[in-house]
């Protein structure tokens, strides 16, 4: 019962971080302990799929699809999945205002939350081999913080009325920054002006705009988590350091103080109340990685020490 509660608390936060630009449901995902789970099991959803219709085998196997399928770890997923979906839903509704009325203060808290969710990435780098960070991932992780510090300064577009090929397409990239911590999928959708018609569609139940936002993100998702599953497997330590870089580089684009073409600004209003939010955020990832070291359910943190 504690870790289903758990799971769909874990589902939860994923789902409001996905309605928030700037910040990344991987990164969350990464926090809570159970990123490298999912990773592994969408990867396998697609695998079973793959088997099912004989991609890449040339032969379809309905049994092998099916043993494959009944191995997926249910009894995280689908709490995580109900969490994830209901918190979206609700974000929707209820964040945008929030954001929209408090933009510095609501920033100002997610900056802190991912400043400190850094940790999580850098300290599994340690925990690979050779271990200490050397100077080539410092230059690595700089390399891909300063690419995603320019990506995140890029002014945003205006598309009010996207064609279906548009909506396949965004939904395939941001579905994308779902899996990469780091890299905000709503963020994106903000990018080429989409975020706001989504948020619409969602609130709206355009099931049309949802369902072909919801093929763009399928047909991402499985082009992507394949890839990303081996490197995690494969190439682990330079994954994390990358991952490292896009968290540190992300932040960016939640500084409190910017204009509305996302130039930094000068610390000037509601300094104190920014302040404290900032530490509220800082608070919130040690409080989940203190409960995640008390109660011995993180996933993450002694599996990507295996891996080479």
């Not at 995902?29 to 990867?43: F, H, K, P, S």
């Not at 998702?221 to 081996?230: E, G, P, R």
Request: glycine share 10%; hydrophobic share 55%; with cysteine.
């Amino acid at each position: 019962m504690l870790a289903s509660t758990t799971n769909l608390v874990r589902g939860a936060l994923i789902g409001v971080a996905e309605v928030i630009p700037g910040v990344s449901g991987g990164t969350v995902a990464l926090i809570v302990g159970i990123y490298e789970t999912l990773i592994n099991a969408v990867a396998n959803l697609v695998l079973s799929a793959r088997q099912l219709l004989g991609l890449g085998t040339g032969k379809a196997s309905a049994r092998s699809s099916a043993a494959t399928f009944i191995g997926l770890p249910w009894r995280i997923l689908i709490p995580v999945a109900i969490g994830m979906v209901t918190a979206l839903i609700l974000g929707a509704r209820f964040i945008g205002p929030l954001l929209e009325e408090y933009p510095v203060r609501m920033r100002a808290l997610f900056f802190g939350l991912v400043l400190a969710g850094v940790y999580v990435p850098a300290h599994m780098v340690l925990r690979t081999p050779p271990g200490a960070w050397r100077a080539k991932d410092l230059a690595v992780a700089a390399g891909a913080a300063i690419f995603l510090f320019w990506l995140t300064g890029v002014p945003p577009a205006n598309i009010t009325d996207p064609g279906p090929i548009v909506i396949v397409l965004a939904a395939a990239v941001a579905i994308c920054a779902l899996v990469l911590p780091g890299v905000s999928g709503s963020f994106l959708l903000l990018s080429v002006g989409m975020y706001e018609t989504t948020i619409s569609a969602v609130n709206d139940r355009n099931f049309g705009y949802i369902a072909l936002f919801g093929l763009g993100a399928i047909v991402g998702l499985a082009s992507f988590v394949t890839l990303l599953k081996w490197l995690l497997a494969n190439r682990a330590r330079i994954t994390l350091v990358v991952i490292t870089g896009l968290m540190v580089g992300s932040l960016r684009a939640l500084w409190p103080w910017q204009s509305e073409d996302r130039d930094l600004l000068a610390p000037s209003t509601d300094g104190a109340m920014v302040l404290l939010l900032f530490f509220v955020g800082i608070l919130i990832v040690v409080g989940l990685l203190l409960i995640e070291r008390r109660l011995g359910i993180s996933e993450e943190q002694t599996d990507f020490g295996a891996y080479r």
